[in-house]
């Protein structure tokens, strides 16, 4: 079985930073892609990053320039370094990972961290 554990969530004005974290553990599981998405009460799960084979990331356009994603292989781990937060980037940030467990395509989530950020 696959978990993906988040952490680093919390409340911050705005104009301030926040650093989430993610680690993946299970035992035969082969990441491909890794990523951030949020979800706003009332809102759709919209994507914020993700980072793939070779570390080739991609980026929502809300943060596109604030928000930077990275990983560190060995620990099969990702963080979410977040800059100059706005209210609007008050959401529940869940953390997902896609890839190979034996010969089967699976994904997952985790079951996401708060982040709330203050006007």
């Known amino acids: 079985q696959v978990q993906l554990v988040e952490s680093g969530g919390g409340l911050v004005e705005a104009g301030g930073s926040l650093r989430l974290s993610c680690v993946a553990s299970g035992n035969g599981f082969i990441v491909a892609k890794m990523g951030w998405y949020r979800q706003a009460p009332g809102s759709q799960r919209e994507l914020v990053a993700d980072?793939?084979?070779?570390?080739?990331?991609n980026y929502g356009d809300a943060v596109k320039g604030r928000f930077t994603i990275s990983r560190d292989h060995a620990k099969n781990t990702i963080y979410l370094q977040m800059n100059s937060l706005k209210p609007e980037d008050t959401a529940v940030y869940y953390c997902?990972?896609?890839?190979?467990?034996?010969?089967?395509?699976?994904?997952?989530w985790g079951k996401g961290t708060q982040v709330t950020v203050s006007s």
């Open positions: 997902s990972a896609v890839g190979a467990l034996g010969w089967e395509e699976v994904s997952y």
């Open positions: 980072i793939r084979h070779g570390d080739a990331t």
